[in-house]
């Protein structure tokens, strides 16, 4: 049938995707695999503010069976071999394979649950499943994409248990008490999205108080588990007495945090409306527009309005637009929701809205989950080779080999560049210094440079008594013009700087969306230089005229 051709053509675009190494956020890489990378695997990590604020923000209860569980068995399996730790590539593609999974298992079961018609569900299951959403963010290492699958898991025990009025279905009660928790520790924006639903519970509750005693009981223990396992983390070494006295309670950490404003504004501020007029349309698109357009049908009120998933999904974005901090991957949830309620008939304004869901979807598709800072992750996993390659190519090659050389590596204009994905060749000492410049000035990095990159007289002096030279590399779009003054071989600038750029290695699809300066170069030049110059490239930073 159709239907079955369709959603396994959809299925081999969402591995796809989940292999492609865009990177959507830094919150993927550093409020997950960072954390546990460095204290399982012993790779170069850096825990974020979040883990390390005197008053800790994140919760690693809902982490552990994504990240920890997965790296535990990699590091198992490589010692039962006799090898040493699985090479980093191999975790990031296998937490890449985890999410997919998760959303080829979980979302589209839950998908299918969701909707009460068999003869609207595998239509829906596909429509889902054509989301770029679904094929890139729901791939990726979110807390997030994790959100989903416990939002909408959530709304389908809810129903299950509403619906079986003469069952006290407890275990199903134990079960939405275990993701409530979950939800609830992962992200604090999750009880948003249940609370309404979650009402419909009420009269079940109150006529079965065994369900009542089942949710609360179980609830509670879920609760002081998740306290138990944050407070061991965060105060290691830690007993259940330590848990008791000072207890590290992350949720409330993380809301009395996200209601002050003036933290919010370190993240950057929203107008109130932007979920509802920039958010939804950027994740749903057509889709956004055609529940909108059925608005102004005023002979009845649209069908998918009454759906308790539209009603989920709208008012917790209603509830997430009293924080002025308002990014699309809030409202991942809202996703399948909304897209479960939509009908498509077999009409001309329905083809045309195909038409314009494929384009939409491809070109988001492309755009998010290829070329999206896409060259971050594999320069990254390039970097230790690019630089041994460079020891072994220096004047000192045989030296360096016996001597601890020191790398620093420059990243500029990119997101930050994930340590954990870094592995040291055991052949070369070579020490590798990571410093993100982040979207520092040129004029600044250009002081960076000179201050790190040692002149041809300290490199001869050095290399005359034995001592190898510090490296310097840069890694920045192609875009970023400021660089090709000190570009080698056709560098022209009249700055009376020495330095010289030479080009290492490059990946071609990277596009830096935060690059675009429309007011000052104009819509066109900024455009033409963004994606006609797209690119990643890894640069060697020495002076001019040095051997």
Same mark, same amino acid.
């Given at each position: 049938?159709?239907?079955?051709?369709?959603?396994?053509?959809?299925?081999?675009?969402?591995?796809?995707?989940?292999?492609?190494?865009?990177?959507?956020?830094?919150?993927?890489?550093?409020?997950?695999?960072?954390?546990?990378?460095?204290?399982?695997?012993?790779?170069?990590?850096?825990?974020?503010?979040?883990?390390?604020?005197?008053?800790?923000?994140?919760?690693?209860?809902?982490?552990?069976?994504?990240?920890?569980?997965?790296?535990?068995?990699?590091?198992?399996?490589?010692?039962?071999?006799?090898?040493?730790?699985?090479?980093?590539?191999?975790?990031?593609?296998?937490?890449?394979?985890?999410?997919?999974?998760?959303?080829?298992?979980?979302?589209?079961?839950? =998908?299918? &649950?969701?909707?009460p018609l068999p003869r609207h569900r595998r239509a829906t299951v596909v429509l889902v499943a054509s989301s770029?959403?679904?094929? #890139?963010?729901?791939?990726?290492?979110?807390?997030?994409?994790?959100?989903?699958?416990?939002?909408?898991?959530?709304?389908?025990?809810?129903?299950?248990?509403?619906?079986?009025?003469?069952?006290?279905?407890?275990?199903s009660c134990a079960v939405l008490s275990l993701i409530a928790v979950i939800g609830v520790f992962n992200r604090?924006?999750?009880?948003?999205?249940?609370?309404?639903?979650?009402?419909?519970?009420?009269?079940?509750?109150?006529?079965?108080?065994?369900?009542?005693?089942?949710?609360?009981?179980?609830?509670?223990?879920?609760?002081?588990?998740?306290?138990? =396992?944050?407070?061991?983390?965060?105060?290691?070494?830690?007993?259940?007495?330590?848990?008791?006295? $000072?207890?590290?309670?992350?949720?409330?950490?993380?809301?009395?945090?996200?209601?002050?404003?003036?933290?919010?504004?370190?993240?950057?501020?929203?107008?109130?409306?932007?979920?509802?007029?920039?958010?939804?349309?950027?994740?749903?698109?057509?889709?956004?527009?055609?529940?909108?357009?059925?608005?102004?049908?005023?002979?009845?009120?649209?069908?998918?309005?009454?759906?308790?998933?539209?009603?989920?999904?709208?008012?917790?974005?209603?509830?997430?637009?009293?924080?002025?901090?308002?990014?699309?991957?809030?409202?991942?949830?809202?996703?399948?929701?909304?897209?479960?309620?939509?009908?498509?008939?077999?009409?001309?304004?329905?083809?045309?809205?195909?038409?314009?869901?494929?384009?939409?979807?491809?070109?988001?598709?492309?755009?998010?989950?290829?070329?999206?800072?896409?060259?971050?992750?594999?320069?990254?996993?390039?970097?230790?080779?690019?630089?041994? &390659? $460079?020891?072994?190519?220096?004047?000192?090659?045989?030296?360096?080999?016996?001597? &601890?050389?020191?790398?620093?590596?420059?990243?500029?204009?990119?997101?930050?560049?994930?340590?954990?994905?870094?592995?040291?060749?055991?052949?070369?000492?070579?020490?590798?210094?990571?410093?993100?410049?982040?979207?520092?000035?040129?004029?600044?990095?250009?002081?960076?440079?000179?201050?790190?990159?040692?002149?041809?007289?300290?490199?001869?002096?050095?290399?005359?008594?034995?001592? $190898?030279?510090?490296? =310097?590399?840069? =890694?920045?779009?192609?875009?970023?013009?400021?660089?090709?003054?000190?570009?080698?071989?056709?560098?022209?600038?009249?700055?009376?700087?020495?330095?010289?750029?030479?080009?290492?290695?490059?990946?071609?699809?990277?596009?830096?969306?935060?690059?675009?300066?429309?007011?000052?170069?104009?819509?066109?030049? #900024?455009?033409?230089?963004?994606?006609?110059?797209?690119?990643?490239?890894?640069?060697?930073?020495?002076?001019?005229?040095?051997?």
């Amino acid at each position: 049938m159709w239907w079955r051709r369709t959603y396994l053509l959809l299925l081999v675009i969402r591995v796809y995707f989940a292999v492609s190494p865009s990177y959507l956020h830094p919150d993927e890489n550093f409020q997950g695999p960072e954390v546990f990378a460095g204290r399982i695997l012993s790779y170069p990590s850096q825990l974020p503010w979040e883990f390390t604020a005197d008053k800790p923000i994140r919760s690693v209860f809902p982490l552990w069976p994504i990240y920890e569980v997965p790296m535990n068995f990699l590091k198992w399996f490589y010692t039962e071999t006799g090898a040493q730790n699985p090479p980093p590539q191999l975790v990031y593609y296998v937490l890449r394979g985890v999410m997919f999974l998760l959303s080829f298992v979980l979302e589209d079961w839950a =998908v299918y &649950e969701l909707v009460p018609l068999p003869r609207h569900r595998r239509a829906t299951v596909v429509l889902v499943a054509s989301s770029y959403v679904t094929w #890139t963010y729901q791939t990726h290492t979110f807390s997030n994409s994790l959100e989903t699958l416990l939002v909408i898991w959530s709304l389908v025990l809810i129903r299950r248990i509403a619906e079986k009025k003469r069952h006290s279905s407890l275990f199903s009660c134990a079960v939405l008490s275990l993701i409530a928790v979950i939800g609830v520790f992962n992200r604090i924006t999750f009880p948003a999205f249940v609370l309404v639903p979650g009402l419909q519970l009420l009269p079940h509750l109150w006529h079965r108080p065994s369900s009542f005693l089942s949710i609360v009981g179980f609830g509670l223990g879920f609760f002081c588990l998740a306290v138990l =396992v944050d407070t061991k983390f965060y105060s290691s070494p830690a007993t259940f007495w330590d848990a008791l006295h $000072s207890p590290v309670i992350t949720p409330i950490n993380n809301l009395l945090y996200n209601s002050d404003k003036s933290n919010l504004a370190i993240h950057g501020l929203h107008p109130r409306y932007h979920h509802f007029l920039v958010n939804l349309p950027q994740l749903l698109g057509p889709a956004y527009i055609a529940m909108i357009l059925s608005l102004f049908n005023f002979s009845a009120v649209p069908s998918w309005l009454r759906d308790m998933r539209a009603i989920s999904a709208i008012s917790a974005t209603v509830m997430l637009s009293i924080f002025p901090h308002q990014e699309p991957r809030f409202l991942l949830p809202c996703v399948p929701l909304l897209l479960s309620c939509l009908r498509i008939r077999n009409t001309r304004n329905s083809r045309w809205f195909l038409v314009a869901w494929v384009i939409f979807n491809a070109i988001l598709g492309f755009l998010m989950g290829v070329y999206h800072q896409g060259g971050v992750v594999p320069a990254q996993l390039a970097m230790p080779s690019i630089i041994s &390659e $460079s020891v072994r190519g220096s004047s000192l090659g045989s030296l360096n080999a016996r001597l &601890e050389t020191d790398a620093t590596v420059l990243w500029w204009k990119t997101y930050s560049p994930p340590l954990w994905l870094l592995e040291n060749d055991t052949t070369l000492p070579v020490d590798i210094r990571t410093r993100d410049l982040m979207g520092m000035p040129g004029s600044e990095v250009l002081e960076e440079l000179d201050k790190l990159v040692p002149s041809c007289h300290e490199k001869e002096k050095a290399e005359s008594q034995g001592v $190898s030279p510090p490296l =310097v590399f840069v =890694v920045a779009p192609k875009s970023a013009t400021f660089l090709d003054q000190y570009v080698a071989p056709l560098a022209s600038s009249s700055d009376p700087s020495d330095l010289e750029l030479h080009e290492l290695w490059h990946w071609s699809n990277h596009l830096n969306l935060d690059d675009l300066d429309f007011g000052d170069d104009g819509i066109l030049p #900024t455009l033409k230089r963004v994606i006609g110059r797209r690119g990643l490239a890894v640069w060697g930073a020495r002076r001019a005229g040095c051997a």
